[in-house]
């Protein structure tokens, strides 16, 4: 009984807002106590309203009461505090919107610490005492607090659902299982849980050897990823060493043209200065002596112009001008040629090699390709909306339903010009490239219904012969040719037969990734007409050639 009366004080000195004993206690004009703070803040909540209430009675105030503390109260609840009275429970122990609730407290209720699966019925620790004081109660079965107790109250008979009918699946209480399910294959709630927990832990332990087999694949794949990273970072390094190197060479090599060009040159400057200092004092010679002959061709004096002339017509002997080859405007030009041979070869090796480089890089594959789909559902799964792009429609091609039908006319289109067109052949492609998986079905229509169904990469010619721009003629396009009566797929100009179902509709799925690609024949059923397994090395475009008769049609169709 003390304790049932601490509890009223405890309830009595506390504030209805806080929870918790009083704090500077006010009391409003209806009678309630509040602390001073928790009703003057919900008080400022209401004062958009002008109108302020008690928030136990409801009692409504105009105007807003003047609060003033009450020191008796306040008093007495520091005595009590002296003498042993706590707070009320802090308000994490009472049962939120979330939390399952005592079902024995009154007023606020308390969190329940369990449930009780005899009772149908949860308790706070306080009230689940019984259960361990009570012989009988300690049978009862405890579990976790729980809001789903009355879902093991049969609706129809209010009894606990104690049985189990593996007829219809369902659990179901005594009274059910010799009523409307007598007939039926019943067992224990409890035997029915054995057999499922058996189950459970089965399949526990398949998805826990599942995650441990994913814990490896993660732990391969970030390995796999470490050394992508290291292999990555080693080719970056070591291609730019050997790109490095490569510049060294072409300076050295530079360098070396210069140095031999430099030195040629100053040869050959000497050469011809030495050869023209010589060639000067033979002029200056041969000036001396003419003079010296003019001089003496005035002489009147016979016997002295005789004695004279054979020492002065002896002269000395001659440079030979003719050993001097002059060669005007090639003189290193040569040198120039030779350089501009080795930088478009090296231009020619750099371009053929770079594909390679980049089809190297371009293998690097972690992962294994996945499977192809085996059913329509599957392939539907990488639908891909296809439209055509009408810069590379033909002129006679009329392109409409959103650019993803087109349609072969008798007449031209007044397209601009425009250098993607093809001119040569009745031919569009896609405005998108194609990378990935992808999936996309054509709809062909007409008294011929002859259409070329395609990949190419971009840069197929887009005028010249069929061997030029023709899809499936060149080594840039792969086509399915179908017509009414036959199917026939060509590469590089080379044809291959193709059996299947005739149908107005194809499939075209393409893994730019795997180097797949499959045409299907579909109808009620899908049925592969043709595979290709190959490296495609650039992005592709899906193409359209309709190519017989005038009114022939070919739709992209909307998959969904």
Known sequence: MAQKGVQLDRETFSCAICVDLLKDPVTIPCGHSYCMNCIKTHWDEEDEKNIHSCPQCRQFFIPRPVLLKNTMLAALVEELKKTGLQAAPADHCYAGPEDVACDICTGRKLKALKSCLVCLASYCDKHLQPHYDVAPLKKH??????????????????????????????????????????????????????????????????IQQRIQ????????????????????????????KIFTELIRLMEKRSFDVKQQVRFQQETEVSRAKELQEKLEQEITELKRIDAELEQLSRTEDHTQFLHSYPSLSRLSE????????????????????????VRDKLQDVLSEKWTNISLTVTKVDVLLPQAEPKTRAGVLKYSREITLDPNTAHTYLLLSEGNRKASLMSEQQSYSRHPDRFTGWWQVLSRDSLTGRCYWEVERRGGGGRVSLAVTYKNISRAGSWNECGFGFNDKSWALYCDNNSYNFWYNNVQTPVSGPRSSRVGVYLDHRAGILSFYSISETMTLLHRVQTTFTQPLYAGLWLYYSFGDTAEFCELK
Do not use: G, W
Request: hydrophobic fraction near 30%.
């Open 213 to 240: 087999d994913r814990e490896k694949d993660v732990k391969l794949l970030q390995q796999e990823v470490e050394a992508i990273n290291r292999s990555a970072d080693k080719a970056v390094e070591d291609s730019e």
């Open 318 to 341: 001659s440079t030979d001008s003719s050993s001097i080859d002059i060669r005007p405007l090639s003189y290193f030009e040569d040198v120039t040629a030779a350089v501009s041979e």
């Open 141 to 206: 079965k405890l579990v976790d607090p729980s809001k789903k107790l009355q879902e093991n109250i049969c609706s129809r008979h209010d009894e606990v659902m104690k049985m189990f009918c593996r007829t219809d699946q369902q659990c179901i209480c005594y009274l059910c299982s010799v009523d409307e399910h007598k007939d039926h294959v019943t067992v224990s709630a409890a035997a029915e849980r054995t057999e499922r927990q058996r189950e459970l832990e089965v399949s526990r332990q398949n």
